[in-house]
């Protein structure tokens, strides 16, 4: 009886693993990250502004997006490990009306939050909002 419950274990990959300790983990913890916001000009929103994200984390890549009829952008990014940064966001209107502008933020390690307690690969999702006024150009 020994021998079979051995054989079967054996199958399902148990010979190496301590049943009281979790060692048969394989991956990597990992975070999630979301950049939203719009553009206007203080009273409508814009759309067709290049909104450029760069950051100081090596782990999420440089971003361009556009904004949408309802001038709106998204950047969501999942990469390895939570960790503060700090970002740029650069706002450059491409029909020339608007004058371009530049934010600068953080995110911090305490922004991360977890969906669930028990999820040990997850390190949390951090959400920030940035949201631009832009000018317009003189003489236009």
């Known amino acids: 009886m020994r021998r079979v419950l051995k054989a079967l274990l054996t199958l399902l990959g148990f010979t190496g693993c301590d049943l009281l300790v979790n060692c048969c983990a394989y991956g990597t913890p990992y975070a999630e990250f979301e950049l939203k916001g719009t553009v206007s000009d203080g009273k409508e929103l814009i759309e067709n502004v290049e909104v450029s994200f760069s950051s100081s984390n090596p782990y999420l890549d ?5 904004t949408d009829h309802n001038g709106k952008f998204v950047y969501k990014d999942t990469y390895t490990e939570a960790a503060d940064f700090q970002y740029t966001l650069i706002a450059n209107d491409l029909n020339g009306k608007y ?4 934010i600068k933020g953080y995110i911090l390690l305490s922004d991360f939050k977890r969906k669930k307690r028990d999820d040990q690969w997850f390190d949390g999702k951090a959400t920030k909002t ?9 003489g236009k």
Do not use: A
């Open 62 to 66: 440089n971003h361009t997006m556009i």
């Open 99 to 102: 004058e371009s502008d530049t």
């Open 130 to 138: 940035e949201n631009f006024i832009l000018k317009e150009k003189n």
